[in-house]
């Protein structure tokens, strides 16, 4: 919450910095012309960006304005410093909760999608499935050896979801990526170790098995999602 109150604060004192302390923020335009108009627009534009990130959308500007303006020039608040605390306790809770609460709705929809399309994979004759629930289809077999998961493996790798969307991909950035396959989503760690150096395996992974209702922060993968995964083996260092 302290990170979240002091992104505010940076913001909106950059706003009445920048537009001299007008009433017109919602047409205020940028101007550019020296490095500390450049750098002040910066601190907007990315504290903005954090903000739209946490989903603060229902500020008052006019009203944020004129009690800033009361603390800059020391004067008392028109509400009790106990309250206005009160208050912003009670708003970043309440907007937790409503974000978990669209989460698992969202996760709730990705899973029911993900299992129709995991049972309607399983008729193709060249997808299996472990004991797990992972699913997987061999593209090129290697004959080199099958990794542990205590291994460094070097790989190559694709990442889609279930809409064929791409959310990853080492291909794209033109290198390899090496990493322990015990650090990497349960789906990978198993996966991979079915695979010899040489082979590029295509690999269907359920929610439980890769990142549930918690995707990585910024990621567009949605809770719940079924993830696909094209990798060749390279090596295992």
């Given amino acids: 919450m302290k990170h979240l109150i002091y992104l505010l604060s940076i913001f909106f004192t950059v706003l009445i910095l920048s537009s001299g302390c007008s009433n017109s923020y ?20 990315l504290q903005g960006a954090n903000l739209y990130a946490e989903g603060i959308d ?9 009690g800033l303006i009361k603390g800059l020039e020391g004067e008392d608040a028109e509400i009790d410093q106990m309250a206005m ?43 299996f499935e472990t004991e797990s629930g992972l699913q997987y289809r061999i593209l090129e077999e290697g004959d080199g050896p099958s ?30 990526v090496s990493f322990p396959l015990n650090r990497v989503i349960p789906g990978w760690t198993e996966g991979v170790q079915l695979m010899n150096v040489g082979s590029k395996y295509q690999f269907f992974i359920p929610a439980d098995l890769a990142y549930g209702n918690n995707p990585p922060q910024g990621s567009i993968i949605p809770p719940g999602a079924v993830l696909i995964f094209e990798v060749e083996l390279l090596d295992i260092k």
């Fill in 26 to 45: 919602d047409s205020a335009t940028a101007d550019l012309s020296s490095k500390t108009d450049s750098l002040s627009y910066s601190f907007g534009f």
């Fill in 147 to 176: 990794p542990s998961a205590s291994d460094e493996v070097e790989v190559h790798y694709r990442g889609t979801l279930i809409s064929d969307e791409v959310f990853d991909s080492s291909y794209d950035r033109g290198e390899p």
């Fill in 85 to 127: 605390q009160s208050l912003i306790q009670t708003y970043f809770q309440e907007l937790q909760e409503k974000q978990m609460a669209d989460r698992a709705a969202q996760a709730d929809v990705n899973i029911q999608q993900g299992r129709a399309f995991l049972e309607e994979n399983l008729n193709n004759d060249d997808v």
């Fill in 58 to 66: 229902d500020i008052d500007m006019n009203n944020y304005v004129a």
